[in-house]
T-cell receptor, first 113, second 113 residues
């Protein structure tokens, strides 16, 4: 079946613009995760959903970051008033409730000018 | 603080030789352990995991990893390297009380023909 998909794959934003990044998880996967990966670094946890419930948002770096998953499938990560330090690859992952292996999407590379 | 260490930024191996990519962790309890691989412009791909049982875990593409509880290590190994194994490898740990993955910084593996 289809894997995790993310769109757009690349996004260039001017500083101060708002951006929205989309994640389509694998069908039937209850858990959904967002990570931020800076160049040359491992992923850093941002937030976690179980179905539509956002159970942990402790990794969101500021209140400019907001994530939602209103119907328990597609998720959107929104960044308001983007700053240069927001430039990174944003990864989405999903997992089946009976398995703790996370399946990752290709990521969205955000560049803030 | 809980952490994962990949002490080598880069590992160079000649094709056909055995390879080892090191990982140690500092996490309370008995964590789940993972290895992921990342190819350029592609998402993270699951290689293998240790949950319980046999300390030697076999995974995708001929890779295996050995869990050593006393040394808190989970080194990735392959008996005979291929040029196509060249990629970025990440070790990750999930505590049994928390779904979050804690990631190492990654090791770049270069296999030379």
């Amino acid at each position: 079946g289809a894997g995790v998909s993310q769109s757009p794959r690349y996004k260039v934003a001017k500083r101060g613009q708002d951006v929205a990044l989309r994640c389509d998880p694998i069908s039937g996967h209850v858990s959904l995760f967002w990570y931020q990966q800076a160049l040359g670094q491992g992923p850093e946890f941002l937030t976690y959903f179980q179905n539509e419930a956002q159970l942990d948002k402790s990794g969101l770096p500021s209140d400019r970051f907001f994530a939602e998953r209103p119907e328990g499938s597609v998720s959107t990560l929104k960044i308001q008033r983007t700053q240069q330090e927001d430039s990174a690859v944003y990864l989405c992952a999903s997992s089946h409730p009976m398995d703790n292996e996370q399946f990752f999407g290709p990521g969205t590379r955000l560049t803030v000018l | 603080a809980q952490s994962v260490a990949q002490p080598e930024d880069q590992v160079n191996v000649a094709e056909g030789n055995p390879l080892t990519v090191k990982c140690t962790y500092s996490v309370s309890g008995n964590p789940y352990l993972f290895w992921y691989v990342q190819y350029p412009n592609r998402g993270l791909q699951f290689l293998l995991k240790y949950i319980t049982g046999d300390n030697l875990v076999k995974g995708s593409y001929g890779f295996e990893a050995e869990f050593n509880k006393s040394q808190t290590s989970f080194h990735l190994k392959k008996p005979s390297a291929l040029v196509s194994d060249s990629a970025l490898y990440f070790c990750a740990v999930e505590t049994r009380s928390n779904y979050q993955l804690i990631w190492g910084a990654g090791t770049k593996l270069i296999i030379k023909p």
